[in-house]
């Protein structure tokens, strides 16, 4: 944390940006966190195409399932920014009118609506619980003691919530606006998870289950916030 401190300060001592500048980085991050989120989901979309999505355009050969998708997510953005300014805290309710935005592909009975039935997660050994377990579960981690880092708290909560797998689906993207939304309450730039960080990223799910340690997430959005604060800095620059 000692070295994300200080680049954080680095950062914070050219504030204040221009509404110009604040608008500019804005849109880039919600085109460039919208592809990479939703291209770990499987979504085909170049990051070229989602930002002609996200204009409007229509993309010849996309199916669309896909195009709402990346539609859904910009709206999510938009929202979780929109929180973020208003410090609400994290709620049964923000997390249902969260999901619901992110799965505009989806018939309205899955959209907001917590899973009635039991899934496994595709490649994993862990066992998320049973449906009317959720509501309890959900209840524990919004009431996460918040007694270390930022860092390893939204790493842990991340973990827990993808643990508990609440939705029929859609739970890795609303997952991570959480986690960007907790970063921006506390001050921190969000982060994006790169489609070439996706086997990293899946295997800190494995480690946690077998060690009850968040301690691979940690490690990565570490790497990733030192990365985005250098970014930012040196543009800013």
Not at 97 to 117: I, N, P, S, T
Not at 140 to 145: C, G, P, R, S, Y
Request: hydrophobic residues 40%.
């Amino acid at each position: 944390m000692s070295e994300l401190d200080r680049l954080k300060q680095s950062f914070d001592a050219m504030r204040p940006l221009t509404e110009g500048e604040v608008s500019r980085l804005r849109q880039e991050f919600i085109v460039e966190f919208t592809h990479y989120s939703s291209a770990i989901e499987g979504n085909t979309m170049t990051l070229g195409e989602t930002a002609l999505v996200l204009d409007g355009v229509t993309i010849d050969g996309k199916s669309m399932r896909e195009h709402l998708e990346i539609s859904g997510h910009r709206d999510a953005c938009k929202f979780v920014i929109d929180i973020a300014k208003r410090h609400e805290p994290i709620t049964d309710r923000l997390v249902r009118e969260l999901h619901a935005l992110v799965l505009l592909d989806r018939d309205a009975q899955d959209r907001g609506a917590y899973r009635k039935l039991d899934v496994r997660i595709s490649g994993s050994d862990h066992i998320p619980p049973a449906p009317n377990l959720i509501p309890e579960k959900m209840s524990e981690l919004f009431n996460m003691a918040n007694d270390c880092d930022i860092i390893e708290f939204v790493a842990r909560f991340h973990l827990e919530f993808e643990s508990v797998h609440p939705f029929i689906d859609g739970n890795g993207r609303v997952g991570r606006l959480l986690l960007n939304l907790q970063l921006m309450q506390a001050g921190w730039p969000p982060l994006k998870f790169k489609l070439e960080n996706r086997a990293e990223y899946i295997r800190c799910f494995d480690d946690y289950h077998r060690s009850g340690k968040p301690t691979m997430l940690v490690k990565l959005i570490t790497r990733l916030m030192k990365e985005t604060l250098e970014d930012l800095t040196g543009r800013v620059k």
